[in-house]
C-alpha cells in the first residue's frame, strides 16, 4: 500500500527546503501522471514517484555520486515497491543502473522536460506555462544554447515509450499548466 499523496507531499516539503526543487518535483509528478494515464498505468503510483524523486536533495547537496540512492532509501522505508524505488535510483545515470520499467523510462525523460518547459515560460512575454504552444516550445527544444542543463537526448529516450517527442511535449505542457499556479508560472 503507498502513502498518500497528501503524506508524501508533507515528508517533500519536510525534507527539501529550495522552493524551486519542490516546484520541480511538482512538476514532474503532474507530468509522470500524465505519461502514467496515457500508458494505462497506476496515476497514484507513478505521481508519487515524480513527486519524490529528488527527495534527498538537501541531504546530498550537490553530490551526484549519492543522489538518488538517498531518494531510493527514503522510499523504501517509505514502503514502497522495488520497482518504483528502482526508477527513482535509476533517474541519476552517474549510477549506470538500468531503466528496465516502464517508470524508470517515463521518470528518466521527464525529469529534464520540465526545465525545458519552466524555462521556455520563463523568457516568454507573460511568463505563463498557459501561454505556450508546442511550436514555441519544439523550437526552444532545438536550439542549443537554450536551457542547457534539460539534456535533449534523454528527453528523446520517450521514444522508448512509443510517444513522440511532439506528443510528449504537448502531454507536458498540458499537465504542467494544469499546476501553473502552484509551479508560479
Not at 33 to 60: C, E, Y
Not at 73 to 88: C, N, T
Not at 109 to 114: E, N
Request: include cysteine.
Amino acid at each position: 500500500m503507498l502513502i498518500s499523496r497528501d503524506k508524501a507531499y508533507n515528508i517533500l516539503i519536510d525534507k527539501v527546503k529550495n522552493k524551486n526543487m519542490v516546484k520541480h518535483c511538482l512538476a514532474v509528478e503532474a507530468v509522470m501522471k500524465g505519461l502514467a494515464r496515457t500508458l494505462d498505468q497506476d496515476q497514484t503510483a507513478w505521481g508519487l514517484t515524480g513527486l519524490l524523486h529528488d527527495i534527498d536533495s538537501d541531504v546530498v547537496g550537490g553530490d551526484m555520486n549519492t543522489h538518488s540512492l538517498e531518494s531510493g532509501k527514503i522510499m523504501r522505508e517509505l514502503g514502497f515497491p522495488k520497482e518504483l524505488v528502482q526508477a527513482v535510483e535509476a533517474h541519476n545515470e552517474v549510477h549506470g543502473f538500468p531503466r528496465d520499467s516502464l517508470v524508470a523510462k517515463a521518470l528518466y525523460a521527464a525529469d529534464p522536460i520540465t526545465g525545458l518547459i519552466v524555462a521556455a515560460a520563463l523568457v516568454h512575454p507573460d511568463r505563463k506555462i498557459s501561454s505556450l504552444d508546442l511550436d514555441f516550445v519544439l523550437r526552444r527544444f532545438n536550439e542549443k544554447w537554450f536551457a542547457k542543463g534539460a539534456d535533449r537526448e534523454q528527453i528523446k529516450l520517450i521514444s522508448l515509450l512509443d510517444i513522440s517527442l511532439e506528443d510528449f511535449l504537448s502531454l507536458a505542457l498540458k499537465e504542467m499548466s494544469g499546476i501553473s499556479e502552484a509551479l508560479g508560472l
